[in-house]
């Protein structure tokens, strides 16, 4: 038994060692907090990369980190005069300061060269066999990305997907973070609303529908490794997706999109989502901090400057109205009144065809 007397000599040692203790957790508690306290210099941790990213891409010793700019084409004539503007103001923007623009290629899956060979860089592969597109020439995408990573030679460790009715309106730079590609988000891309068709391609144990990004597969900036895997997945998926009657009829033109989402999905690879990678005209209406411009919608409007979406306007710039040849130089400027995003738009397609030799040709 222990007397009083040892209690007593022993509590002023006790009180040291709990003090000790106590300085001791203090003390790493601290060193821990200032070690991950955020910095300006860092980059924050990404948790969720379904978030805006910093903006740390002009940083100075920022290691640069290009990327190879790929479109996908048909020897169409509106294909090829929607690429010859792209390819303008890629050249246009790739070498000034805050660009990681490295190569470009233009996928030409005709199977066959056609005359704007000499004028962009362009890798000819072949359609997928007659009829298995079904008529949906869209399916043919991720097969001629397929047979271009197996084909070519490309020297950057990142690809850019594009399609022809881009618009680059400032240097671009590698928006993805490692292993975390960079998309953008769609609207019309719900994956929650149409589970129970995604579940006959994305499988319960692959967790839930809400994996699948919000995107297409264009704009995306990824890690060439990584679409190597993807691109075989997304063309199977895009195939299976179109057999399937059900499928096919609640998708529609954007089966495919659907289907480099899906097999993202599948190989866990989760998208930074960036809503200023490009804007789409008529809808948005500033120019904000994009890099791209993305027409694809009809752009209507009245004399006064009113959208006539839906209805032939007054004054109107859509890319369809041009299916068997380019649009004329110097085309009329909106009126008074039309946003900042369709006036750029037409500005920037008539400085590209005043400069790009034989456009009327």
Not at 50 to 61: C, K, S, Y
Not at 256 to 276: C, F, W
Not at 349 to 361: Q, R
Request: aromatic letters at 12%; hydrophobic letters at 40%; a neutral charge.
């Amino acid at each position: 038994m222990i007397g009083r007397k040892s209690i007593g000599r022993a509590s002023p040692l006790l009180l040291i060692l709990v003090a000790l203790a106590s300085f001791l957790v203090t003390y790493n508690l601290v060193v821990l907090v200032i070690k991950n306290w955020p910095r300006e210099e860092q980059t924050p941790v990404v948790d969720d990369p379904v978030i805006q990213m910093p903006t740390d891409l002009n940083r100075p010793g920022r290691t640069r980190r290009p990327f190879h700019v790929a479109v996908t084409a048909t020897d169409a004539p509106y294909s090829k005069w929607q690429c010859r503007i792209m390819y303008y103001w890629y050249k246009n923007m790739k070498d000034k300061e805050g660009s990681e623009m490295g190569g470009f290629t233009r996928i030409l899956h005709s199977g066959k060269p056609d005359n704007l060979m000499d004028e962009i860089p362009t890798f000819v592969v072949d359609p997928l066999p007659a009829g298995m597109d079904q008529g949906y020439i869209v399916l043919n995408r991720p097969w001629a990305f397929v047979q271009w990573l197996e084909k070519a030679t490309i020297k950057e460790d990142y690809i850019l997907m594009a399609e022809p009715d881009h618009v680059f309106v400032k240097p671009l730079p590698n928006l993805a973070r490692g292993s975390y590609p960079t998309g953008f988000p769609f609207f019309y891309i719900k994956p929650s609303e149409h589970e129970k068709l995604l579940r006959k391609f994305f499988p319960e144990e692959k967790g839930p529908v809400t994996n699948i990004d919000p995107i297409g597969n264009s704009p995306v900036i990824i890690q060439k490794s990584q679409l190597e895997k993807i691109a075989p997945t997304w063309m199977n998926v895009s195939l299976m997706m179109k057999d399937d009657k059900e499928t096919d009829k609640a998708f529609g033109w954007v089966l495919e999109m659907y289907g480099y989402a899906v097999a993202s999905a599948l190989h866990g690879v989760q998208h930074i989502l960036r809503k200023d990678f490009m804007i789409q005209p008529p809808w948005d209406l500033k120019l904000g901090n994009t890099y791209i411009i993305h027409y694809t919608y009809g752009c209507d409007y009245s004399l006064k400057g009113d959208l006539t979406y839906g209805k032939i306007g007054e004054w109107r710039f859509d890319k369809r109205s041009y299916l068997r040849g380019p649009p004329p130089r110097n085309l009329s400027l909106p009126p008074p009144g039309v946003p900042e995003s369709v006036v750029t738009l037409v500005k920037m397609v008539n400085e590209a065809t005043s400069k790009i030799p034989g456009w009327d040709d």
